[in-house]
């Protein structure tokens, strides 16, 4: 038996991930060289469906979906399907599909669409009665009122999405119907803005990135005039980067698990000879403390009991030698007088009334 090469194991393992992909519901895709004529798309009751690529492929070996290598070209086509539970998407006519200016103009041999299904509780309305203005999820989704369906006359609603200060909100328009007036204005808009800059949009929009509002707070408002009604829009909004998962977060998931799962040898009425010698350590250092303050008390005493002496003997010394000065005083006014010829007393008639000594 020949032992297949590997050109034919890529090719059939290329097979089983495009039937697993359909099988997820987040890709389709069909050839144009077959039967089959539309792809259908079906996300079940409660729903909505998000088309978040379309294009279409030319494939040198015949694969009827996209595979590393493949040369595709986008199609931008705002589907009127986008938002509801089900779709059908009606291929080109022809055996070849369309021709590809960026495949060296081959013609497709496939067409294919990704997509995913969002629950219609997931999407705030955003003239939701009596509902909350300000929106802080970190992801979401904000439709106009009945979306898909054609929105009332005469509104005008605001929401305001906040994030965290080291975040920036992205917003992309997923779909988008609102009348325009004419060639040059809005007759119903949707207003988007920030503290420096906004952006006016109207008309139709598919799957469109707004680049122009980038900060932590965008407030989105959306006004109708009492004309002819649209489908709307429907808008996904996300913060970036993530927010990392905090510590508190962490020790509460951590003790609630230990909650739901007991120690079985868990004993709460017994103490155990650790924790008796645990409680023992622990209060030792207290009876150390008095011993040292005791300590502490009688050496400051001593020392101030010194200073006062001290500081007696010291004024004692300083009366003593006070006292001595007085009685000395007539024996060392002589002692001057006899050893210094320039004493004067005070009976000559210079210094009459003032006595003056002179100490050489």
Not at 246 to 259: G, N
Not at 292 to 316: E, M, R
């Amino acid at each position: 038996m020949a032992r297949p090469d590997d050109n034919t194991i890529v090719f059939f393992l290329l097979v089983f991930i495009n039937q697993l992909a359909s099988l997820t519901g987040e890709t389709v895709s069909e050839c144009f060289n077959g039967s089959q004529r539309s792809l259908q798309i079906r996300c079940g009751t409660g729903h909505m469906l998000r088309i978040t690529k379309a294009f279409y492929g030319y494939s040198d070996r015949g694969l009827c979906s996209y595979s590393p290598g493949d040369c595709t070209q986008g199609e931008h086509e705002a589907y009127p399907c986008t938002g509801r539970d089900t779709c059908s998407i009606n291929l080109p006519s022809g055996s070849f599909g369309r021709k590809l200016t960026n495949c060296d103009n081959r013609y497709s041999t496939y067409f294919q669409v990704e997509y995913s299904c969002e629950k219609v509780i997931d999407t705030y309305d955003i003239c939701k009665p009596n509902g909350n203005s300000v929106i802080r999820a970190q992801r979401g989704f904000i439709s106009t009122p009945k979306y898909p369906k054609n929105y009332p006359n005469s509104r005008d609603c605001l929401v305001k999405i906040i994030a965290n200060p080291s975040q920036t909100i992205n917003l992309t328009i997923i779909d988008m119907d609102l009348q325009i007036n004419g060639t040059y204005g809005c007759h119903d808009w949707m207003y988007a803005y920030n503290h420096e800059r906004s952006v006016t949009l109207c008309g139709r929009r598919t799957n469109e990135k707004l680049t122009t509002l980038r900060s932590n707070e965008i407030s989105i408002r959306f006004s109708a005039d009492g004309s002819i009604s649209n489908k709307g829009f429907w808008v996904y909004y996300e913060a970036y980067p993530p927010l990392p998962v905090t510590t508190s977060t962490t020790e509460k998931f951590t003790t609630e698990t230990k909650t739901i799962k007991p120690s079985p040898v868990y004993k709460p009425t017994v103490k155990s000879p650790v924790q008796a010698t645990e409680k023992q350590q622990n209060t030792q250092p207290k009876e150390e403390k008095l011993p040292f303050v005791a300590i502490v008390a009688g050496v400051i005493g001593s020392l101030t009991f010194i200073l006062i002496v001290l500081l007696i003997l010291l004024v004692y010394r300083w009366w003593h030698d006070k006292q001595s000065s007085y009685r000395h005083k007539s024996q060392h006014v002589e002692y001057l007088d006899a050893r210094n010829p320039a004493f004067r007393s005070s009976t000559g008639t210079e210094f009459q009334g003032i006595e003056i000594y002179y100490n050489c």
